[in-house]
């Protein structure tokens, strides 16, 4: 995974909750894929969301 320097700042689906939160989190690259990674607000879990390809 490599660190692109880019935020999100959107809607993520978190599992625990079952609900969609708004979060930022960090843009990561991994096999040309783009993806957001956050923390719930609500119960902290880790947040991930499929951003699409570079």
């Not at 490599?2 to 990561?28: P, Q």
């Not at 880790?46 to 570079?54: E, F, H, M, P, Q």
């Given at each position: 995974?490599?660190?692109?320097?880019?935020?999100?700042?959107?809607?993520?689906?978190?599992?625990?909750?079952?609900?969609?939160?708004?979060?930022?989190?960090?843009v990561?690259?991994?096999?040309?894929?783009r993806m957001?990674?956050?923390?719930?607000?609500?119960?902290?879990?880790?947040?991930n969301?499929?951003?699409?390809?570079?």
């Amino acid at each position: 995974m490599a660190e692109t320097g880019e935020t999100y700042k959107g809607d993520f689906y978190c599992v625990k909750c079952k609900e969609k939160r708004e979060a930022e989190g960090n843009v990561v690259e991994t096999n040309g894929r783009r993806m957001a990674k956050g923390k719930c607000p609500v119960c902290g879990t880790n947040l991930n969301r499929i951003l699409g390809k570079a």
